[in-house]
T-cell receptor, first 114, second 113 residues
Framework: AQSVTQLDSHVSVSEGTPVLLRCNYS??????LFWYVQHPNKGLQLLLK??????LVKGINGFEAEFKKSETSFHLTKPSAHMSDAAEYFC????????????FGTGTRLQVTL | NAGVMQNPRHLVRRRGQEARLRCSPM?????VYWYRQLPEEGLKFMVY????????ESGMPKERFSAEFPKEGPSILRIQQVVRGDSAAYFC???????????FGPGTRLTVT
């Protein structure tokens, strides 16, 4: 069994300040972890993925995430928020090495203010 | 390379009617997945298909819902006798063989009146 917990349903930051979106996972097997972003009334875009290679993963639009096995965490960060980052972010887990269903967290809505 | 295509983007059905949602995977992708997103919730897995085969349907409701991915043509998610609780966004994703990252379509927003 596997699951993810996104610790904050809503995060608000000022433009130009750092972003931290928290995610903890639970998995019986070696997991693959992803972050997806969903803009209002749009589909989902893959931001980045961890698949048992480097623990610090760099994604698109300046986002990165660090896999910490000891803490079972995969938090998403960005040094400086931009207004266009306002969206819903989903932390996702699946099995490594095989095609399988994705298990989604409940999402974190990021608000960016001036 | 065109992305995952879904149509229609919006679908309105009255209670008791049938809804058919279509998904064309990315070129070269042989795996298709369907997910449902209820308002203010994350996505929930429904079914995973390969060409002419259902691999995992553990997330499909037991009645009224079915899915197929024929040898030719798009994958179809079919909902018979729709009810108001079926109103949701339905997303299709695809992946190539041997990969576990999935690429999502824009979704079909189903409204049942």
């Amino acid at each position: 069994a596997q699951s993810v917990t996104q610790l904050d349903s809503h995060v608000s930051v000022s433009e130009g300040t750092p972003v931290l979106l928290r995610c903890n996972y639970s998995s019986s097997y070696s997991p693959s972890l992803f972050w997806y972003v969903q803009h209002p009334n749009k589909g989902l875009q893959l931001l980045l993925k961890y698949t048992s290679a480097a623990t610090l993963v760099k994604g698109i639009n300046g986002f990165e995430a660090e896999f910490k096995k000891s803490e079972t965490s995969f938090h998403l960060t960005k040094p400086s928020a931009h207004m266009s980052d306002a969206a819903e972010y989903f932390c996702v887990v699946t099995f490594t090495g095989t095609a399988s269903k994705l298990t989604f967290g409940t999402g974190t809505r990021l608000q960016v203010t001036l | 390379n065109a992305g995952v295509m879904q149509n229609p983007r919006h679908l309105v059905r009255r209670r008791g009617q049938e809804a058919r949602l279509r998904c064309s995977p990315m070129k070269g992708h042989s795996h298709v997945y369907w997910y449902r997103q209820l308002p203010e919730e994350g996505l929930k897995f429904m079914v995973y298909l390969q060409k002419e085969n259902i691999i995992d349907e553990s997330g499909m409701p037991k009645e009224r819902f079915s899915a197929e991915f024929p040898k030719e043509g798009p994958s179809i998610l079919r909902i018979q006798q729709v009810v108001r609780g079926d109103s949701a966004a339905y997303f299709c994703a695809s992946s190539p063989a041997g990969a576990n990252e999935q690429y999502f379509g824009p979704g079909t927003r189903l409204t049942v009146t």
